[in-house]
Every structure is written in C-alpha cells, then in structure tokens.
C-alpha cells in the first residue's frame, strides 16, 4: 500500500505528478491555512506531509498524528514548528534550502528602492488625481546608490542581497552570530561589525536572519534609536524579529525614515497603526513567491518527503536525531 501524504496547499500539477507514483495524495485546496483540530484531522492518518510555513506543528498535535514520520515544510524558515516535539516523537523536519534565496534578496531589493524612492505612496497619490504636474521638490527621496547598506544575518539571503549592492556602488556592513569567513567577506564586498555599529551607520538595514526566540524582537525601541533619523528599515525575514509596535511609533514620529517589510508579528493581522503611515512599504510575506521559485520549492519539499519515506535520509534534514538508517 502506498503511503498517505498531506498537502497543506495547492501547489502544482508538476508535483503531483512527481508524488502521486509514490504516494496517496490528499492537498488541501481551500484558501485558509489548516490550524489545531482542523490540521491534526487530516493528518491523523498520514505517514508524511507538506506544510507551508503558517502551518503550526506542535506536541499536541504530533500526539494525534501518531502515523506521521515526516514533516516537510516547503519554505526555509521553520519556526512554525516545534522541531525538540517532532524529535521527541521521532518525525523527521525538512526545509527547503537555497532555492529561495536569489528570489528573496530580489523582495528586499524592491523594498529597499520603493522605499527609499516612495514608489508606493507616489503611485497612489497619482491615482488618486492629486498630481498637478511635475514640482521640483515634489516626492524628494533618498538615494540608494553609494549609500550605506547594514545587512543583519549574513547566511545565503543576506550574501545575495549584498551582490547587488554592488550594482548600487553600496558600503556594505553586516552583522551575523558568527563572523563569516575572510573569503566570503571579501567575496560579499562586506565588513563585519557589531550590531550597533550597523545600526548606527548604515542608511537601508535589511534583516535577513532565521527567527529564533533569542532573535525575537532584536530590533525593537533601543535598537531603532540607533539608527539614523534618514535611515530605513527592510524586513524579508521573520514576524517577531523587529518589535512591530516600537516600529510603528518610530516611523510615525520620524524617528526613522521609512520600513519596508514583508514579514508581521501575528500574520496575517498587522498592527493597525502600520496601514497609517506613508512611510513604510507593505508585502503580504511575497519574499519568495516568484513562481519559478515556488515550484523549486515544493518540489524540494517533495522530494525530501519520499525521501524521508523511502531511505530514512532526506537531503535537507533539520533534525537527524530522528534519522533512520
Ligand atoms: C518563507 O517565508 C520561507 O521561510 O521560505
């Protein structure tokens, strides 16, 4: 008999057609993300699934799926699941590494100049009729070239968000737990400071960094007063990482510039006061959603899934504790 896989989305026929040899496929086609009881209904008789990175996985919920060997989360981030419960409960934990990472570092860049430039707020303007012809000072921005970049999280996102800095003739700063090695720096064209320093001096910072709870709101009312009243904050990372409410106030006291952000605390409810502001650029967490991208993504997933299923050793295993020769 074939085993039992869930889909937490839609994803696309290429991979079906890569899973439905191997497995029984159920894909959940609605538009809300499966939660709790709903979640834990469809998976109680699944040996594996596919979970997008909204999907929580808990020991509650590990407790009611007790066929699962396999949880494979089609996003790099996975902070949506408890990995020490999976672990505990022997299920195997996948990411999809790498894939995303030129796509993501595209997002930030599109943040960073529709920011900078007030691309957003000008559009609307525009379309709204207020336009009276072109005025010297109208929509007076900043300039990003030969600017001051501060990346914090300098891994495979972080790395391809400085390549194109060099395009912009860019300093490029950055901040990691760990120092990268010289190659690496040199190839990034980037210099390792401390977080204050960056926060100091850098004109775009751009968070590019895993959530961890140690990293949970790094980026709050202290560290926003570092930056400069000109500078702007850039976040393709994770909800949390930047306290949302310290964010608000900042940017609408002019204690920074502008925010783009792509990424929430509470997803998908934003705090009320960011919709307010002309000064920040909002995506619906888009980072990696170009479609090339999110085919290589589902079918990394998927291919970590059968083989998780089949040899016990998927490619991109985040616990192997749990893995099974
Ligand atoms: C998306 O947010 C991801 O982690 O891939």
Redesign the pocket.
């Known amino acids: 008999m074939k085993p039992k896989i869930f889909i937490a989305c839609q994803t696309f026929p290429e991979i079906l057609a890569y899973l439905v040899p191997h497995c029984e496929v159920d894909e959940h086609r609605g538009e809300d993300a499966l939660q709790g009881a709903a979640l834990a209904a469809r998976l109680a008789d699944k040996d594996a699934a596919m979970l997008t990175?909204v999907e929580r996985v808990d020991a509650g919920l590990l407790a009611a799926c007790p066929r699962l060997k396999a949880i494979c989360n089609i996003?790099?981030?996975y902070n949506n699941i408890d990995v020490a419960a999976c672990t505990a409960a022997g299920v195997m934990v996948t990411n999809?590494p790498g894939v995303?990472d030129d796509t993501t570092a595209d997002l930030a860049w599109a943040l960073i100049l529709a920011a900078a430039r007030h691309v957003v707020a000008a559009d609307q303007w525009l379309r709204a009729g207020k336009w009276p012809g072109l005025r010297f000072k109208q929509w007076l921005g900043s300039d990003v070239h030969h600017a001051t970049l501060g990346i914090f999280g300098m891994g495979r996102i972080g790395q391809a968000v400085a390549r194109r800095a060099r395009g912009f003739a860019m300093r490029v700063l950055y901040h990691n737990r760990k120092r990268l090695p010289e190659q690496t720096e040199r190839a990034a064209h980037a210099e390792y400071v401390t977080k204050e320093a960056l926060l100091k001096e850098s004109d775009f910072v751009v968070l590019t960094l895993p959530y961890a709870p140690e990293n949970h709101h790094l980026i709050g009312a202290a560290e926003l007063a570092l930056m400069k009243p000109t500078a702007h904050l850039i976040n393709v990372a994770r909800g949390g990482i930047v306290d949302d409410a310290a964010l608000v106030a900042a940017l609408k006291e002019g204690r920074i510039a502008g925010a783009g952000l792509d990424v929430y605390e509470n997803e998908p409810a934003l705090h009320p006061g960011f919709l307010e502001l002309s000064n920040a650029v909002l995506t619906p967490?888009i980072?990696?959603a170009s479609r090339a991208t999110r085919l290589k993504?589902a079918l990394r997933a998927a291919e970590n899934l059968v083989a998780a299923l089949t040899t016990g050793n998927p490619p991109d295993l985040v616990n192997p504790e749990v893995k099974r020769e």
Do not use: I
Request: proline fraction near 0%; charged fraction near 0%.
């Open positions: 990175a996003a790099v981030g999809t995303l967490h980072g990696s993504m």
